[in-house]
């Protein structure tokens, strides 16, 4: 007689939790490869900071010799980390507004009934949305290097390390903003009260000096508690085969707290699954 899901989850469970892992975090990924525009769409808005805004400031922007870099440099070039972030920022937005989707189609609530701990299920959603995330970075680093973006390839390794671990923390991020944007309606709106102020109010386009220097010290103060600003900062020092331990800190911490936030969310005794529950009853 075959057993139930639930007594083989309880009979393997590193091996049931792996075939979730590959399963959800396969949808992901499958579903991007299945929309051959998807990996062009998301690299046109970076691109197009890239080269539009890269070359209309590049004689107005000057950066001085800051670490990690050793002589000065293009604009461009230290736009380049910034870009890579928004990447990972606008792909967690994007995990999110599929999350919001599959919970009013009523995925999400099918998921989280499986014989697994709910952690680990949203652990997978956040891996293959961070899979998703690494693979477009990668992408607009090899495009950005063809545009005359220089770093060292042997400390790509790294540098892909700390992409990853920025990509989790926005993507722990919009998993915890899924909780809250009950409606596809709403999430418009949120995208624009999170993505615009995380982006513009870090060192992605400028540096931290020139706000305090040009006396913005609330906008200065602002963007040094941003977390967005410490993933650019990981990253830009990861790129040159530097670590930035104190920005590391931060994200990481974030990324544990987003997603410890996100998990309570998805309670069944509180947050959008009891709030899926009580709709379905009626209430």
């Not at 469970?13 to 769409?41: C, D, N, W, Y």
């Not at 949305?129 to 950005?144: I, K």
């Amino acid at each position: 007689m075959p057993q139930s899901p639930l007594k083989q989850a309880m009979a393997h469970p590193v091996t049931h939790r792996m075939r979730a892992l590959r399963a959800v975090a396969g949808r992901e990924i499958g579903k991007f490869f299945q929309q051959p525009g998807r990996m062009l769409s998301s690299l046109v808005r970076p691109l197009l900071w890239f080269l539009v805004f890269a070359a209309g400031f590049q004689n107005i922007f000057g950066v001085a010799i800051i670490a990690p870099y050793q002589t000065y440099i293009e604009y461009k070039v230290y736009m380049a980390p910034g870009l890579l972030a928004m990447i990972a920022l606008f792909n967690g937005m994007q995990s999110s507004l599929a999350m919001v989707y599959d919970r009013e189609m009523g995925v999400m609530l099918l998921l989280l009934t499986a014989p697994l701990p709910r952690g680990w299920l949203l652990a997978c959603k956040l891996l293959g949305g961070m899979l998703l995330s690494l693979l477009q970075m990668l992408a607009f680093l090899l495009v950005a290097s063809g545009f005359g973006v220089t770093f060292a390839w042997q400390d790509l390794p790294g540098a892909l390390a700390v992409m990853a671990l920025a990509a989790l923390m926005l993507g722990a991020l919009g998993l915890l903003l899924s909780v809250h944007v009950r409606q596809l309606e709403n999430f418009a709106g949120t995208m624009n009260f999170v993505i615009f102020p995380m982006f513009f109010i870090s060192s992605a386009l400028y540096p931290l000096w020139k706000l305090e220097e040009s006396g913005a010290t609330i906008v200065y103060q602002l963007a040094r508690a941003n977390p967005f600003t410490h993933a650019v900062e990981a990253i830009r020092f990861a790129l040159y085969g530097q670590a930035q331990w104190s920005s590391l800190a931060v994200v990481a911490g974030c990324a544990a707290l987003f997603f410890t936030l996100a998990l309570r969310g998805y309670d069944p005794q509180r947050g959008v699954a009891r709030a899926a529950r009580d709709l379905r009853a009626g209430r």
